[in-house]
């Protein structure tokens, strides 16, 4: 057997487990640890430098690490620590951290970035090559920032100032935005001199099923993630008294409140939810 390599930090990784797990490695012995000492502004660093935004995670993360706790495997009736939750422990009980973030450099480096797209993959590239001196541009057909985040999870889930706090402190840093602009050509953006362009559009569209009378159905018929962004831009006001969603899955979960909030507004609390796996 060769002997183990404590020069390659995965080994690390793999002795935590719930840091393993975890998509972004981060250090979760270490937070936790620093939220029971009542550290919360350590906590919320550490945290802010693996997952960049962690009062969003704390609130929405699906969570792997926790299936992998060891806690949870001590014995009948014991469960896992709520790791995910204790990232919103740190994020909403944290100081104003503004000193604590990277420096930005006055002189610049003397390249230019486009970052197409303004949701957590353009911004996590922002928030990186900030510090380092580049000029960044970003581009969003959105309003602000914060891409699906924004979106498609509702502030009952996801408050507005909680989103806009951890999307500032990027943008503050400098990024110069170009948000309610699409880009419609690519060769236009290349044509602008860049020295690189990323593309961080994402995946914004559900899927949707091939069922008998879908087209009958018409206007009727939503898919999760194009519902969730009319209720959040307001393009839909209303909805009738009975509403099906089909899927058991966090996100049509969270589908279904919309409409339940949408039907109060309308005609009382009427709204039928029932799901099929």
Not at 76 to 83: D, F, H, L, R
Not at 128 to 147: K, T
Request: with cysteine; aromatic share 8%.
């Amino acid at each position: 057997m060769n002997p183990t390599d404590i020069k390659n930090p995965e080994y690390f990784h793999k002795v935590v487990d719930c840091q393993y797990a975890c998509p972004a490695h981060t250090p979760v012995p270490e937070y936790i640890r620093l939220i029971a000492a009542q550290r919360y502004d350590d906590a919320y660093m550490v945290n802010w430098e693996s997952n960049v935004f962690p009062g969003v995670l704390g609130r929405t993360c699906d969570r792997p690490c926790e299936p992998a706790c060891r806690r949870g495997r001590l014995g009948k009736g014991e469960e896992p620590v709520a790791i995910c939750r204790l990232k919103r422990v740190a994020a909403d009980n944290k100081s104003d951290i503004s000193a604590r973030l990277p420096q930005i450099p006055a002189r610049k480096n003397g390249k230019r970035i486009a970052l197409i797209g303004a949701g957590p993959a353009s911004l996590t590239v922002a928030r990186d090559l900030m510090p380092l001196g580049y000029h960044i541009d970003v581009y969003d057909n959105q309003f602000a920032g914060g891409g699906m985040m924004r979106s498609q999870i509702p502030a009952f889930r996801l408050p507005v100032q909680v989103l806009d706090e951890e999307v500032g402190y990027i943008l503050d840093m400098g990024v110069i935005t170009h948000f309610d602009t699409e880009i419609t050509s690519l060769k236009a953006v290349l044509e602008q001199d860049y020295d690189a362009v990323f593309v961080g559009t994402g995946a914004p569209r559900g899927k949707g099923l091939d069922l008998p009378g879908l087209e009958e159905a018409g206007k009727r018929v939503h898919v999760g993630i194009d519902w969730l962004a009319s209720v959040a831009f307001e393009h839909t006001e209303s909805i009738g008294k009975r509403v099906l969603v089909l899927g058991a899955a966090t996100p049509r979960w969270i589908a279904a409140v919309p409409p339940a909030v949408l039907a109060a507004r309308t005609c009382g609390w009427s709204c039928a939810v029932r799901s099929r796996t």
